[in-house]
């Protein structure tokens, strides 16, 4: 089955309204990232969370390892914050290389 | 400023041709990774190497070979690129915590 779920799969907000993104997987994880995506665009590392929380500039992430679960807070959401965000783990291949595990994304668009 | 670039940024090949798609990277990384981005199928992954020299199969290898001459540089080569490798492709890089940032893609196109 799915490795990593994400929910909403999609988000309609308000300019200024808080947004708040989750993701649930079903691996032990080394890793969890989160990406956002322009459409047409390319992933854009957001966080590297793999466990506790996290905070850059707007968005605040906390993962709970042992429940498998991930959040991605986004404060005074903005216009420019329109678009997919994605999260991911990974899983450990030979050589010290990971494997990356996506969700199918939530796309989140803000309005003004 | 640390990045990964791709190049070409869009290319039209015609079926039967051979394409190489190119990515560099200035992270230093020893990981480089090759996905590609389909509407339905998400993101998925066709070949890494975890070093100069060494190539591994992804998920979906078949019809893409890899190659990686040294730290900085990696290539997804196809062939005999047919239309359902019709896609966007995304080149990362990776250190050994398992992160991975990714390049601008390439959008090929084969007619």
């Known amino acids: 089955g799915q490795q990593v779920q994400q929910s909403p799969s999609s988000l309609v907000l308000q300019e200024g309204e808080n947004a708040e993104l989750q993701c649930n997987f079903s691996?032990?994880?080394?890793?969890l990232q989160w990406f956002y995506q322009s459409p047409g665009g390319s992933l854009v590392s957001l966080l590297s969370n793999p466990s506790g929380t996290k905070h850059t500039g707007r968005l605040t992430s906390t993962t709970v390892t042992k429940e498998r679960r991930s959040s991605l807070h986004i404060s005074s959401s903005q216009t420019t914050d329109s678009g997919t965000y994605l999260c991911?783990?990974?899983?450990?291949?030979?050589?010290?290389?990971?494997?990356?595990?996506f969700g199918e994304g939530t796309k989140l668009t803000v309005s003004s | 400023e640390a990045a990964v670039t791709q190049s070409p940024r869009n290319k039209v090949a015609v079926t039967g041709g051979k394409v190489t798609l190119s990515c560099n990277q200035t992270?230093?990384?020893?990981?480089m990774y090759w996905y590609r981005q389909d509407t339905g199928h998400g993101l998925r992954l066709i070949h890494y190497s975890y070093g100069a020299g060494s190539t591994e199969k992804g998920d979906i290898p078949d019809g893409y070979k890899a190659s990686r001459p040294s730290q900085e540089n990696f290539s997804l080569i196809l062939e005999l690129a047919t239309p359902s490798q019709t896609s966007v492709y995304f080149c990362?890089?990776?250190?050994?915590?398992?992160?991975?940032?990714f390049g601008p893609g390439t959008r090929l196109t084969v007619l």
């Open positions: 990362a890089s990776g250190g050994g915590c398992g992160e991975q940032y």
């Open positions: 992270n230093n990384h020893n990981n």
């Open positions: 691996s032990t994880a080394t890793q």
């Open positions: 991911a783990i990974a899983l450990m291949n030979q050589g010290g290389s990971a494997k990356l595990i």
